[in-house]
């Protein structure tokens, strides 16, 4: 089944380009200083130190990114067959150019934790809610390590379009398949909400689910890649929270 062309060229920003203005991990880390720093009472010296972490993590992610390409066309293993009959029923039952439409959105909301990065800092920036940001922007952190940095590099498995000639929607991601780092850092962010009290984490939960289905939509991700995604992304949350005590912007 071949997916439409997108006619306006949507970017893919699974792998961050390098502007003019300076690489992505060197943003990342200026933009998360200058805005910490502007947080009243905050630490200059804790606001650097976090800083610095999500910079380091930014920066591995980046790298990985850029080296690890997804493999050409190949014929379909017999082990994914099963699950690429699953991406075709979705097209079969959902794809029109509305769904289309809809599942860019949310699939561009979950590229490089996009909406997650936002979420965390405007709860960082509430008093009230200041530990569920902490606890947010620390899982997304873990989740870009730990899945896009190491796992995805262990695993190595080709994405679902590489077995199949697709005119994909978005550009190809150039990472591998397993597992889904927009499903981990989703439903990463949502554990770290719901188990640190935050009201609000069902809305976000359904935010998470349309932006995991989105990807198998879009055949970038096997349902498989989806599930490891959110097994690890469940964890990273958890451990994201039972790090607390040691948020030391929090002090």
């Not at 509305?98 to 934790?113: A, E, K, N």
């Not at 995805?152 to 199949?164: F, H, L, Q, T």
């Not at 349902?223 to 959110?230: E, F, H, M, R, W």
């Amino acid at each position: 089944m071949l997916l439409r062309n997108n006619k306006k060229d949507i970017r893919e920003t699974d792998a961050p380009e390098q502007t003019a203005h300076g690489s992505f991990h060197e943003g990342v880390g200026k933009g998360t200083e200058q805005l910490l720093n502007r947080i009243p009472g905050m630490d200059r010296q804790t606001a650097r130190e976090f800083a610095r972490h999500a910079s380091e993590a930014a920066k591995a992610w980046e790298d990985f990114a850029e080296t690890g390409a997804t493999p050409p066309a190949e014929p379909l293993k017999d082990t994914y067959r099963r699950e690429f009959k699953w991406l075709n029923g979705i097209q079969n039952v959902f794809a029109n150019r509305v769904m289309d439409s809809i599942m860019l959105v949310f699939s561009h909301l979950g590229d490089v934790g996009g909406i997650w990065i936002v979420t965390g800092i405007l709860l960082l920036m509430n008093q009230a809610f200041r530990k569920t940001g902490a606890v947010v922007l620390l899982a997304l952190v873990l989740s870009a390590i730990i899945c896009n940095g190491l796992i995805k590099n262990i695993v190595g498995r080709a994405r679902p379009y590489s077995y199949e000639q697709l005119e994909l929607l978005i550009r190809p991601p150039k990472d591998p398949s397993f597992p889904s780092g927009h499903t981990s850092a989703s439903v990463a962010a949502v554990m770290a909400m719901a188990l640190t009290g935050f009201a609000w984490w069902p809305l976000f939960a359904v935010i998470a689910f349309l932006i995991a289905f989105s990807r198998m939509y879009l055949y970038v991700h096997f349902p498989s890649d989806i599930l490891g995604g959110a097994a690890f992304g469940l964890l990273i949350g958890w451990l994201a929270v039972r790090m607390l005590p040691y948020i030391t912007i929090l002090r």
